[in-house]
């Protein structure tokens, strides 16, 4: 097994190639969106069935059409709140795993790296804003402990004694939420044909750079595998604060619920997982799955082939 501090064949090429992409297909949200465009209430009304924590529930049957617009509405708003903050507090992570770096090519990309991400928490932050601007008498949504928690778990990271677990560790986790966006993309692009639609082009701007993070993340796991009988180590770490952000951002869709009178609780969400018939809940449901180490449906992230675009 290669040393970390050094480059397969195969690596190398992988990483000049993201490099050169990072100069070619990236973007610039100040400039490359149209900050004038909305998203319809047609295309709102869209998204609901396919986006919901409520859909097949059966609690959603009082919802009229212009509540399920907001519910969608706000449903976009939490998502947009939660990649913000992960990218905002992983900035500052992965400026020491820059550090760290001894390779010229993966320090390159790794300036990249960070580059984007900031450029996305702009791009979400002026997004969410714009969102809520639509919302008549628009209750912000609470991300206190969202943002304490994503970063006590950087914090955690950082205190790891070896390096090579802090590596994968932190990419392992960063990976699950980045191929959230990629869901989230092709969820949207799916229900909502017109391009020009406000939600419609942060998504699909956001998969550009990620598709290609989702590579590097490979790349850099594979780089610090553990010793055989470790190897499980950095999923069996990750898997619980997965679970642990994913159940906050579904409690706060319970909160948007019950703003708009569906009688739904907290402890109810173990159910409502069981129950959503949105292909967005589905396809991230069972992608956390297949970061827990004992399900059967886990995979190991650097076999992992992400074929989203």
């Known amino acids: 097994m290669a040393s970390p501090?050094?480059?397969?064949?195969?690596?190398?090429?992988?990483?000049?190639?993201?490099?050169?992409?990072?100069?070619?297909r990236s973007f610039v949200p100040q400039t490359d969106i149209d900050w004038s465009a909305t998203t319809t209430e047609q295309e709102f009304e869209l998204l609901y069935p396919a986006w919901s924590l409520l859909a097949g529930s059966g609690r959603d049957t009082q919802l009229h059409a212009e509540q399920r617009v907001q519910y969608a509405t706000y449903q976009q708003i939490n998502l947009m709140l939660f990649t913000e903050l992960i990218e905002r507090h992983a900035v500052i992570h992965f400026m020491k795993t820059w550090e760290d770096e001894t390779s010229a090519a993966c320090?390159?990309?790794?300036?990249?790296?960070?580059?984007?991400?900031?450029?996305h928490t702009v791009m979400f932050s002026r997004?969410?804003?714009?969102?809520?601007?639509?919302?008549?008498?628009?209750?912000?949504?609470?991300?206190?402990?969202?943002?304490?928690?994503?970063?006590?778990?950087?914090?955690?990271?950082?205190?790891?004694?070896?390096?090579?677990?802090?590596?994968?560790?932190?990419?392992?986790?960063?990976?699950?939420?980045?191929?959230v966006s990629l869901v989230a993309h092709q969820v949207v692009s799916t229900?909502?044909?017109?391009?020009?639609?406000?939600v419609a082009q942060v998504w699909r701007l956001h998969a550009i750079d990620e598709a290609r993070h989702v590579a590097f993340d490979r790349l850099v796991i594979e780089r610090n595998q553990l010793w055989k009988p470790l190897t499980w180590l950095p999923a069996l770490l990750a898997a619980p604060a997965a679970v642990l952000l994913s159940a906050l951002i579904n409690?706060?869709?319970?909160?948007?619920?019950?703003?708009?009178?569906?009688?739904?609780?907290?402890?109810?969400?173990?159910?409502?997982?069981?129950?959503?018939?949105?292909?967005?809940?589905?396809?991230?449901?069972?992608?956390?799955?297949?970061?827990?180490?004992?399900?059967?449906?886990?995979?190991?992230p650097r076999e992992d082939n992400d074929d989203a675009r």
């Open 5 to 24: 501090q050094q480059l397969t064949a195969t690596q190398q090429l992988s990483i000049d190639r993201l490099n050169q992409q990072s100069l070619t």
């Open 107 to 119: 320090r390159e990309y790794l300036a990249h790296f960070v580059k984007e991400e900031l450029y």
């Open 127 to 179: 997004a969410g804003e714009l969102l809520y601007r639509t919302l008549s008498s628009a209750e912000p949504l609470p991300t206190r402990a969202l943002s304490r928690t994503v970063r006590s778990i950087f914090f955690l990271i950082r205190l790891l004694p070896s390096r090579r677990l802090r590596s994968n560790l932190s990419f392992t986790l960063f990976q699950f939420a980045e191929r």
């Open 191 to 198: 229900h909502i044909p017109r391009k020009e639609s406000l």
């Open 251 to 300: 409690l706060n869709e319970i909160r948007i619920a019950r703003r708009l009178g569906v009688p739904v609780h907290w402890w109810q969400l173990p159910q409502l997982v069981q129950q959503t018939q949105a292909p967005f809940k589905r396809q991230v449901f069972d992608l956390l799955r297949s970061q827990l180490p004992w399900s059967k449906a886990y995979r190991n």
